[in-house]
């Protein structure tokens, strides 16, 4: 079955690390977007990706970075600069950033700073 | 740019209660509208959508009706459950130059 998959579902840290979430999508999508959702909050833009080799800041990129080396990855990286990681991350994919189509999300990660 | 207002939850009814969930938007061109709802611990989940003008998307006896004269896109379920509970988002796309736009989200709560 197609779709988007988040590893892991559930993440500690320990403050001053640097950490890695995962995501992985089948769908042929050429955007690829993370989100951060805080409890109880909306969702906020970290960066998005148009297509491989090429990624944006999004609304709230201090202190993650991002890389797109192939079409279905899209790894977020939250580093120690990041001052308040703590929060559910989603990440999604459409078939383009700037279409008329709605966004496929992966089941998120939980991560925590311990 | 694109904007997308909803009503403010947390929303608690009884169930079979009929529900009604506010969306309103401003965007350029013309936007596709969505509803997305995110069960607890989970990611979004596309619930429905609209991609024209007076078009009504439904599913799971949920629907909500692309009204371009008013701006809005109101959800709306005759007889909730329980397993219904979650947090709905509203959100539209276009082609206009402008990305995927959501709102910030209600909470609805169905008590037995």
């Known amino acids: 079955d197609g779709g988007i998959t988040q590893s892991p579902k559930y993440l500690f840290r320990k403050e001053g690390q640097n950490v890695t979430l995962s995501c992985e999508q089948n769908l042929n999508h050429d955007a690829m977007y993370w989100y951060r959702q805080d409890p109880g909050q909306g969702l906020r833009l970290i960066y998005y990706?148009?297509?491989?080799?090429?990624?944006q800041k999004g609304d709230i990129a201090e202190g993650y970075s991002v890389s797109r080396e192939k079409k279905e990855s899209f790894p977020l990286t939250v580093t120690s600069a990041q001052k308040n990681p703590t929060a559910f991350y989603l990440c999604?994919?459409?078939?383009?950033?700037?279409?008329?189509?709605?966004?496929?999300f992966g089941q998120g990660t939980r991560l925590t700073v311990v | 740019g694109n904007s997308v207002t909803q009503m403010e939850g947390p929303v608690t009814l009884s169930e079979e209660a009929f529900l009604t969930i506010n969306c309103t938007y401003t965007?350029?061109?013309?936007?596709?509208l969505f509803w997305y709802v995110q069960y607890p611990g989970e990611g979004l989940q596309l619930l429905l959508k609209?991609?024209?003008?007076?078009d009504k998307g439904s599913n799971k006896g949920f629907e909500a009706t692309y009204r371009k004269e008013t701006t809005s896109f109101h959800l709306e379920k005759g007889s909730v459950q329980v397993s219904d509970s979650a947090v709905y988002f509203c959100a539209l796309s276009n082609n206009a130059g402008n990305m995927l736009t959501f709102g910030g989200g209600t909470r609805l709560m169905v008590k037995p």
């Open positions: 609209a991609t024209k003008a007076d």
């Open positions: 990706s148009q297509i491989v080799n090429d990624f």
């Open positions: 999604a994919s459409s078939i383009g950033v700037y279409m008329n189509t709605e966004a496929f």
């Open positions: 965007a350029t061109g013309y936007p596709s």
